[in-house]
């Protein structure tokens, strides 16, 4: 089945630098890779995704980018602010097991 | 529109007893899933469904539990009986197509099991 490995477990980084999470995948018929958000007690919230047919896609201050060939994805953050600390979770679709497989999460923390 | 929605919201229970977790998804919603997230964890799905019918239970522990959705509607789940090593969030979750494309997640359940 599909393997996602996140990286790294644990980031900080001072409010209005750039934080960036990695995430690497094993089965290469995976065509959908959402990030998801999940403040301390609450839902992980979609905060964006990107599909294997585009190689980044941006949204304000967040940015994904896909590397099909080295089956690795990213998630970017700039101007990074208080309330963007959170765990973040990379996911992958996998073709062959039509499920969501997460990665261990990265928790994120912003030093005002 | 509203969300996913989940009750109850926390639960404690001693071990070998039964519980049972209800989730609505949001309306339209064809495909729901349910699933474990053990703390310091990503969500692992237990069971998918579509419509009425299962998808995906490949990693639902059948001795224990179980969960259906009636009607393609609303879903429950349950376990009986409990493990110490169930104590978990149980996230509900549902997506408008088939595929696992954007999924949107409910509140959760965090069950504790004494």
């Known amino acids: 089945g599909e393997n996602v490995e996140q990286h790294p477990s644990t980031l900080s980084v001072q409010e209005g630098d750039s934080a960036v999470i990695k995430c690497t995948y094993s089965d290469s018929a995976s065509n959908y890779f959402p990030w998801y958000k999940q403040e301390l007690g609450k839902r992980p919230q979609l905060i964006i995704d990107?599909?294997?047919?585009?190689g980044e896609k941006k949204d304000q201050r967040i940015a994904v980018t896909l590397n099909k060939t080295a089956k690795h994805f990213s998630l970017h953050i700039t101007e990074t602010q208080p309330e963007d600390s959170a765990v973040y979770f990379c996911?992958?679709?996998?073709?062959?097991?039509?499920?969501?497989?997460f990665g261990k999460g990265t928790k994120l923390s912003v030093i005002p | 529109e509203a969300g996913v929605a989940q009750s109850p919201r926390y639960k404690i229970i001693e071990k070998r007893q039964s519980v049972a977790f209800w989730c609505n998804p949001i309306s339209g919603h064809a495909t729901l899933y349910w699933y474990q997230q053990i703390l310091g964890q990503g969500p692992k799905l237990l069971i998918q469904f579509q419509n009425n019918g299962v998808v995906d239970d490949s990693q639902l522990p059948k001795d224990r539990f179980s969960a259906e959705r009636l009607k393609g509607v609303d879903s429950t789940l349950k376990i009986q009986p409990a493990k110490l090593e169930d104590s978990a969030v149980y996230l509900c979750?549902?997506?408008?197509?088939?595929?696992?494309?954007?999924?949107?997640f409910g509140p959760g359940t965090r069950l504790t099991v004494t």
């Open positions: 990107i599909r294997s047919n585009v």
């Open positions: 979750a549902s997506s408008l197509g088939t595929s696992a494309y954007e999924q949107y």
């Open positions: 996911a992958a679709y996998g073709a062959g097991s039509y499920q969501l497989t």
